[in-house]
């Protein structure tokens, strides 16, 4: 029977997990209905059309559609209920909040109550595992499977048993096979449960902590993951090996400079004193865990030398960038905050040795520094509605405040590549603040779209004109360039992908309007439909001229008028 401060424990837990859980699911479902589906998310789609289940589950394209399950959930989705941007980004929707509510349950009983309910604020306030959860990427499922394998291997250690042994197995085969990275997450527990084995044999001291499970036990699940990690995941790796596979591997250059904005994005802030207290936490609770929980802190703490290893020796292309490196060790993430949660807690235990602090109110300054981690973080200039591009790389790719006097400048974009596809604030055009000074709710259409963030400035429009977007796309588009066997590019057409679609009304995205359907646009409540001639800057030099924009300017012509607007980069029509 529990005791009345063990009862208090377990309530103010329970009251900490839910507060969490609801509030990470609102900064994960927040505007997520108006979102266009933009850059990485159509590598996956566009891999799905047009391919046999069986070859989805047996082949993969490096780089952009390389999760298997992903892919063969695109495909199912075409065969049944048709493609839809929540639909799509449902799996990692899913992983996003189960990582908020699941992974402090998991953590309880190794780390304790108070320290888990500190973990749950803190993974649903976590702008990048937000950003994750809101994207059709493999990356929101891989940070909640790896991080529970990680805790599943810990939990049997604690108390041997098969159940956790199987869970521990289940999620790092499911981890793997969402991410091929994942690897590293889950040979940890394994590569760490050998270095104590062999270490026990030389010394008294660590005899007794690998105390559950024996080696023969472990090397049993070890051989159950490499077995079933093999079966899901090897018949398309060997397959890439001869063909995309080095289009990614070796091909990229790691730099130093990234480093210090990969902690910025780890932490979750903009602010330099936050980041400095963040990892100041993360060294207290990691050096706490290995005192308290030495097998446990150490293994945690491995997995940073081990992702570091495994990204100096794959070099993935655009290594270089922040974003890139963060995603690839995406597990580092809720692992480095379960340290910053046990660091909090650290921190409010030595504050209430040397003080008169109430309980109360050292929760409250904990609570407040928390909140203060979400404030300075990219999450307040995002959420501004209307706002129907939260995922594009201009919000995400760092969390310092945004300077709207130029467009986003993407960090992966090749040294080579020399065009400026930048915008100033003082090219766009004049009309984009016209609608600005006519404030409404009624939305209006973008045409044409290229998907890659680097090359779509429609986010940027918005910032100014603040009007609800919907995008347009044409069925019948075929060009020379954009599109390879098993890849996109960043200067394709959102209408070269959507044209491959046999049917179209297998097409139930909330965001995008056929460009000839008028009627469904007038059902939207759609005021203006623009028509970009001539992107700024140098963009127009990075895509092939649209064969549709002339016929459909003719078509609009005729049933709408001439133009009510029209400069030298738009002509705007009025429904």
Same mark, same amino acid.
């Given at each position: 029977? $529990?005791?009345?401060?063990?009862?208090?424990?377990?309530?103010?837990?329970?009251?900490?997990?839910?507060?969490?859980?609801?509030?990470?699911?609102?900064?994960?479902?927040?505007?997520?209905?108006?979102?266009?589906?933009?850059?990485?998310?159509?590598?996956?789609?566009?891999?799905?059309?047009? $391919?046999?289940?069986?070859?989805?589950?047996?082949?993969?394209?490096?780089?952009?559609?390389?999760?298997? *399950?992903?892919?063969?959930?695109?495909?199912?989705?075409?065969?049944?209920?048709?493609?839809?941007?929540?639909?799509?980004? @449902?799996?990692?929707?899913?992983?996003?909040?189960?990582?908020?509510?699941?992974?402090?349950?998991?953590?309880?009983?190794?780390?304790?109550?108070?320290?888990?309910?500190?973990?749950?604020?803190?993974?649903?306030?976590?702008?990048?595992?937000?950003?994750?959860?809101?994207?059709?990427?493999?990356?929101?499922?891989?940070?909640?499977?790896?991080?529970?394998?990680?805790?599943?291997?810990?939990?049997?250690?604690?108390?041997?048993?098969?159940?956790?042994?199987?869970?521990?197995?289940?999620?790092?085969?499911?981890?793997?096979?969402?991410?091929?990275?994942?690897?590293?997450?889950?040979?940890?527990?394994?590569?760490?449960?050998? +270095?104590?084995?062999?270490?026990?044999?030389?010394?008294?001291?660590?005899?007794?902590?690998?105390?559950?499970?024996?080696?023969?036990?472990?090397?049993?699940?070890?051989?159950?993951?490499?077995?079933?990690?093999?079966?899901?995941?090897?018949?398309?790796? !060997?397959?890439?090996?001869?063909?995309?596979?080095?289009?990614?591997?070796?091909?990229? $250059?790691?730099?130093?400079?990234?480093?210090?904005?990969?902690?910025?994005?780890?932490?979750?802030?903009?602010?330099?004193?936050?980041?400095?207290?963040?990892?100041?936490?993360?060294?207290?609770?990691?050096?706490?865990?290995?005192?308290?929980?030495?097998?446990?802190?150490?293994?945690?703490?491995?997995?940073?030398?081990?992702?570091?290893?495994? @990204?100096?020796?794959?070099?993935? /292309?655009?290594?270089?960038?922040?974003?890139?490196? +963060?995603?690839?060790?995406?597990?580092?993430?809720?692992?480095?905050?379960?340290?910053?949660?046990?660091?909090?807690?650290?921190?409010?235990?030595?504050? +209430?040795?040397?003080?008169?602090?109430?309980?109360? #109110?050292?929760?409250?300054?904990?609570?407040?520094?928390?909140?203060?981690?979400?404030?300075?973080?990219?999450?307040?200039?995002?959420?501004?509605?209307?706002?129907?591009?939260?995922?594009?790389?201009?919000?995400?790719?760092?969390?310092?405040?945004?300077?709207?006097?130029?467009? =986003?400048?993407? %960090?992966?974009?090749?040294?080579?590549?020399?065009?400026?596809?930048?915008? &100033?604030?003082?090219?766009?055009?004049?009309?984009?603040?016209?609608?600005?000074?006519?404030?409404?709710?009624?939305? !209006?259409?973008?045409?044409?779209?290229?998907?890659?963030?680097?090359?779509?400035?429609?986010?940027?429009?918005?910032? =100014?004109?603040?009007?609800?977007? #919907?995008?347009?796309?044409?069925? %019948?588009?075929?060009?020379?360039?954009?599109?390879? *066997?098993?890849?996109?590019?960043?200067?394709?057409?959102? %209408?070269?992908?959507?044209?491959?679609?046999? /049917?179209?009304?297998?097409?139930? =995205?909330?965001?995008?309007?056929?460009?000839?359907?008028?009627?469904?646009?007038?059902?939207?409540?759609?005021?203006?439909?623009?028509?970009? $001639?001539? =992107?700024?800057?140098?963009?127009?030099?990075?895509? @092939?001229?649209?064969? /549709?924009?002339?016929?459909?300017?003719?078509?609009?012509?005729?049933?709408?008028?001439?133009?009510?607007?029209?400069?030298?980069?738009?002509?705007?029509? &009025?429904?």
């Amino acid at each position: 029977m $529990k005791t009345p401060l063990q009862q208090n424990r377990t309530l103010a837990f329970v009251l900490a997990l839910v507060t969490a859980s609801l509030t990470g699911f609102w900064l994960r479902w927040h505007l997520l209905g108006d979102q266009i589906f933009l850059d990485d998310e159509w590598h996956g789609f566009y891999y799905a059309i047009g $391919k046999s289940p069986a070859w989805l589950l047996t082949h993969f394209s490096i780089p952009g559609a390389t999760c298997i *399950p992903l892919n063969f959930y695109g495909w199912l989705l075409g065969a049944t209920t048709g493609w839809s941007e929540l639909l799509l980004r @449902l799996p990692s929707l899913a992983s996003g909040v189960l990582c908020v509510s699941v992974g402090p349950l998991l953590a309880r009983e190794i780390i304790g109550s108070r320290r888990a309910g500190w973990l749950g604020f803190l993974l649903a306030v976590s702008p990048l595992l937000i950003f994750y959860s809101r994207i059709c990427r493999p990356y929101s499922a891989v940070a909640l499977l790896a991080f529970a394998s990680l805790l599943f291997a810990a939990r049997w250690l604690r108390s041997g048993g098969w159940r956790p042994a199987l869970l521990f197995a289940v999620t790092g085969v499911l981890a793997i096979y969402f991410h091929l990275f994942a690897l590293v997450t889950v040979a940890a527990p394994l590569l760490m449960t050998l +270095a104590y084995v062999v270490s026990a044999r030389r010394s008294e001291v660590t005899r007794g902590i690998v105390a559950g499970p024996s080696l023969r036990q472990w090397i049993m699940v070890t051989v159950v993951i490499a077995g079933g990690g093999s079966i899901l995941v090897l018949p398309a790796l !060997i397959d890439s090996l001869h063909s995309t596979f080095f289009n990614i591997a070796l091909a990229g $250059k790691l730099s130093v400079q990234s480093l210090p904005r990969v902690a910025q994005l780890i932490s979750g802030t903009g602010q330099p004193v936050l980041t400095v207290l963040f990892w100041t936490a993360f060294i207290a609770g990691a050096l706490e865990q290995c005192r308290r929980n030495p097998w446990f802190g150490a293994m945690l703490v491995s997995l940073y030398p081990l992702h570091a290893l495994a @990204l100096i020796l794959s070099r993935p /292309d655009s290594a270089q960038s922040a974003i890139v490196l +963060a995603r690839y060790c995406i597990p580092l993430v809720p692992v480095s905050l379960l340290f910053v949660a046990c660091g909090i807690q650290a921190g409010l235990e030595a504050v +209430a040795k040397y003080s008169s602090l109430q309980p109360g #109110l050292q929760t409250s300054i904990a609570l407040a520094w928390v909140a203060s981690l979400a404030l300075t973080g990219p999450l307040p200039q995002c959420y501004v509605a209307p706002n129907n591009f939260t995922s594009h790389g201009a919000y995400q790719h760092h969390y310092g405040s945004i300077d709207w006097r130029q467009s =986003f400048a993407s %960090d992966l974009t090749p040294a080579d590549f020399t065009l400026v596809t930048t915008l &100033r604030s003082d090219e766009i055009s004049p009309f984009y603040l016209l609608l600005a000074s006519r404030p409404s709710a009624r939305p !209006i259409v973008e045409y044409p779209m290229l998907i890659g963030d680097h090359f779509n400035p429609l986010y940027y429009y918005q910032h =100014f004109h603040r009007r609800p977007v #919907l995008v347009g796309y044409t069925t %019948d588009m075929t060009l020379s360039r954009g599109l390879a *066997p098993g890849n996109i590019y960043g200067n394709t057409y959102i %209408d070269q992908v959507l044209s491959l679609v046999q /049917d179209p009304a297998d097409l139930h =995205f909330r965001n995008f309007l056929s460009m000839d359907n008028l009627a469904a646009m007038r059902g939207r409540g759609v005021e203006y439909v623009i028509l970009h $001639k001539r =992107f700024e800057a140098q963009l127009p030099e990075v895509a @092939l001229p649209l064969p /549709d924009l002339t016929r459909l300017r003719n078509q609009y012509q005729k049933t709408l008028g001439e133009p009510c607007y029209e400069d030298a980069h738009i002509a705007v029509f &009025r429904l």
